[in-house]
């Protein structure tokens, strides 16, 4: 029989993330840091909105793009936040979660052999996008000592003449990375420098906790160099509504709009309708789910500096970065101890890039009860680890 599989996607390596956890799933008495998934419930004024729109009959198409009621409110939002206007007719789309705006945005932008830029540490998806996009994945790695903010010093030696797409992956996942306008004023001048795109996924910008969020879409010269990319499974809590938007040049969007009308139709109808009620009247709780994330990092930069394990200080999305190179032991096999000996689950660095070894991923997006157990578990293996070295 012939070979039914796309040699393109077997050589697609599965998800590090999950991997990890289908293990861990299995195990009792798991104390899971590991999944990027809020543990507040979505505010009830969503949940009332999308249960009403079910009751009233709305479960029918809406328009490709998405309602135009909700691609207004982006737009009002993004206006009052990231202060860059868009045209809710021409330059918003509604899409099935903030990843499926990443495929869409990376097949319409690239032609076979145009190369992209890929900050690592990072979120798993971009660079297994590039490829199925039949693009070339140009790995750029962010460095520890500059708090894996992205410079131009790591892009210089990266840019050619086949470049021409810049993913910026800010407030990051893994390292809860933030870049500041001083930080990206540099990186704007360079994309238009090199005449490069801008893909930028601002999914935590909800989430940042040194001041307000900066998009690189608000710098002169790049709104129309840049696809903002958003969504609502993170600062609004609505992981499994599967609502994502995004927003930028029309010559883009329109195609974007064309590829996601023949491979999805539109976003789910009760999820927009939800959407539209979190856009205008849940700010304050969203307020609140970000204060007591900030207190859930500030615990665990207090607790790891106590038990002297090594750790920059993120102020963006709900992860920590830890590093465990003091041990000489990979990622993975930190992780696994960990979980086998002390039952925490954490993500090992390397699921996002091979830069990432020597370090883990921990989420704070559970409850401080958890937060204090898992360090308990944390702190009596990494003193066994020491103890050992010390023989």
Not at 23 to 43: H, K, Q, R, W, Y
Not at 258 to 276: G, R, V, W
Not at 357 to 363: H, K, N, Q, T, V
Request: net charge negative; glycine share 6%; proline share 5%.
């Amino acid at each position: 029989m012939r070979n039914p599989l796309s040699k393109k996607i077997v050589s697609v390596q599965p998800s590090g993330i999950r991997r990890f956890f289908d293990v861990a799933n299995e195990m009792e008495d798991v104390i899971s840091l590991g999944v990027g998934e809020p543990d507040f419930d979505t505010p009830w004024r969503i949940r009332e909105e999308g249960i009403f729109s079910l009751e009233k009959g709305r479960t029918f198409y809406t328009s490709n793009a998405g309602l135009m009621e909700l691609r207004t409110e982006i737009c009002k939002y993004l206006e009052r936040t990231i202060h860059v206007n868009y045209d809710p007719k021409k330059e918003t789309l509604i899409t099935v979660g903030g990843s499926e705006a990443i495929d869409l945005a990376l097949r319409c932008m690239l032609d076979p052999g145009e190369e992209v830029l890929l900050p690592q540490p990072s979120y798993v998806s971009y660079l297994p996008c590039t490829i199925m996009a039949d693009g070339v994945p140009v790995i750029v790695e962010l460095k520890h000592e500059n708090e894996f903010k992205l410079t131009v010093d790591d892009l210089k030696d990266k840019v050619t003449e086949k470049t021409k797409i810049l993913v910026m992956p800010f407030p990051n996942n893994p390292t809860g990375s933030i870049m500041t306008k001083e930080d990206l004023e540099p990186i704007a001048k360079f994309v238009e420098e090199h005449d490069l795109f801008v893909i930028s996924d601002e999914i935590y910008s909800e989430l940042s906790y040194k001041g307000d969020h900066v998009s690189i879409a608000s710098l002169p010269g790049m709104r129309e160099r840049t696809i903002v990319i958003n969504g609502f499974s993170k600062g609004f809590a609505m992981t499994g509504w599967r609502l994502g938007y995004c927003c930028g040049p029309q010559v883009i969007l329109k195609q974007m709009i064309k590829l996601h009308q023949f491979a999805i139709m539109c976003a789910p109808t009760n999820s927009q309708y939800a959407a539209i009620e979190g856009l205008r009247h849940c700010g304050d709780q969203v307020i609140e789910m970000r204060k007591a994330y900030n207190q859930r990092r500030r615990f665990l930069m207090h607790e790891f500096k106590r038990m002297g394990l090594e750790c920059f200080e993120p102020f963006g999305a709900f992860y920590v970065f830890p590093s465990i190179k003091e041990f000489n032991m990979t990622s993975e096999e930190f992780a696994t101890r960990l979980l086998y000996e002390e039952k925490v689950a954490v993500v090992p660095g390397t699921a996002f890039g091979d830069c990432g070894e020597g370090f883990l991923r921990i989420s704070y997006a559970y409850s401080l009860e958890d937060l204090k157990a898992a360090l308990e578990r944390l702190e009596h293996f990494i003193e066994k680890l020491r103890a050992e070295q010390n023989k």
